[in-house]
């Protein structure tokens, strides 16, 4: 079953075609695969296993997915698009498909142009696309004119549509109810696989669809590695655990971070850091204001750091987007010129990497810019991060 709603689609394929509209263009391809999903995800509600693909666009004329065989019944079940393609380039490499029909983009290019010209095409996620795929639509396209619009396009996913905002919200709860489960399952001898684990099914066996990164657990010194995966390592009485999960509904992630004690309570020095780490998470959210650029965003909780002496432990500005990614477009750091507005949807992510008495801690919570400022996602972690 797909998860994306039919007039969803129709109205960022609409989108789209403005933007093929505005820059003269026949056709636009949307590069995609399993590490850069959302791009293609924006459109079709899909993405496949094992094998890459695009998203092909024309100016007038039904979609088509460009993928692999392997893929393809799995498109035509829940991709929002189901007409299909098949390239080499997209396929697990080597691997053998006998019964399949395979096509390249020489032929692709002949049967665009039997329903008109096309001299211009826009590429999105050029960036990301291997240098093979790459040049076999420029041969393939022979006398076409390849623009990059992938800046134009990824400005759509900008602000959430109400359909959008209602996944992220339940994400959220989701990321609730994982903390719960998380927090329960620390305790000295408990493994960092067996703490993920319990996230892990708080999520799933509520329905999430998938993970916007794979759990975050680092006890102790692990906590210094910024995205730890869950290890083999036993808790031990006295340490902290750095902990992150990102459930997603329908494809949109809600997140939660936070620092859980082994022993049940903070001892006085873990107090003072998670206190530090608070009170950058509250001038940060008090900086949540429409209007406001990035680099105004980011200059508070910056400053706060310095006069701390925590900069040079700083990894990660302290505001981004979330949405399709736990971590996307725009992101609110210091050389940011993005302008914060209603519609979008955000997290307050205040960590920091590589302290000495500390070790490493993040705490991490989302909110929904409004015409009126930021509204929690999680109500819960709202109060945990902010210390109320």
């Known amino acids: 079953m797909g998860y994306l709603p039919q007039q969803e689609r129709d109205l960022r394929l609409a989108k789209f075609r403005e933007i093929l509209g505005e820059k003269n263009l026949d056709v636009g391809i949307v590069y995609y695969d399993e590490f850069n999903i959302g791009n293609g995800w924006y459109l079709t509600g899909w993405c496949p296993q094992f094998e890459s693909g695009a998203v092909l666009v024309p100016r007038t004329g039904e979609p088509m997915l460009l ?156 906590s210094n590695a910024v995205v730890p995966t869950a290890s083999s390592k036993r808790l031990e009485a006295g340490e902290l655990v750095l902990v992150g999960i990102a459930p997603k509904v329908r494809g949109y992630a809600g997140v939660m971070g936070d620092m859980l004690p082994v022993s049940g309570d903070y001892t006085p020095q873990q107090k003072k850091c998670l206190a530090l780490l608070q009170e950058a998470f509250r001038l940060t959210k008090a900086q949540l204001v429409p209007g406001k650029i990035g680099q105004e965003i980011d200059a508070v909780p910056r400053a706060f750091f310095e006069k701390e002496g925590f900069t040079k432990y700083l990894v990660c500005p302290f505001v981004h987007t979330i949405g399709l990614h736990e971590a996307e477009s725009p992101f609110f750091g210091p050389g940011s010129n993005d302008v914060l507005a209603p519609g979008m949807t955000v997290c307050v992510d205040v960590s920091f990497f590589g302290h000495p008495e500390y070790n490493g801690a993040r705490i991490e919570t989302g909110y929904e810019i409004t015409e009126h400022g930021a509204v929690p996602l999680s109500a819960k972690l709202d109060k945990i991060c902010s210390g109320s």
């Not at 299909?84 to 692709?108: G, H, K, S, W």
């Not at 096309?118 to 291997?130: A, F, I, Q, S, T």
């Not at 001898?189 to 975050?216: C, D, H, N």
């Open 67 to 222: 993928g692999g065989p392997e893929s393809e019944p799995f498109a035509k079940l829940d991709s929002a698009i189901t007409e299909t393609r098949n390239f080499p380039v997209f396929m697990v490499p080597d691997e053998e498909y006998p019964n399949a029909t395979i096509t390249d983009f020489a032929t692709l290019f002949e049967e665009l142009r039997s329903f008109g010209p096309v001299h211009r095409v826009g590429l999105v996620g050029g960036d990301r696309m291997p240098a093979a795929c790459y040049r076999q639509i420029v041969d393939g396209f022979k006398g076409i004119e390849l623009v990059d619009i992938t800046d134009d396009y990824v400005t759509l996913r900008f602000m959430k549509s109400p359909w959008e905002r209602e996944q992220i919200r339940a994400a959220f709860a989701l990321a609730d109810e994982c903390h719960a489960a998380i927090k329960s399952k620390i305790a000295p001898g408990a493994t960092e696989i067996e703490v993920a684990a319990a996230g892990e099914y708080a999520a799933r066996s509520r329905g999430a669809s998938g993970f916007g990164f794979t759990p975050i657990v680092g006890s102790g010194k692990r």
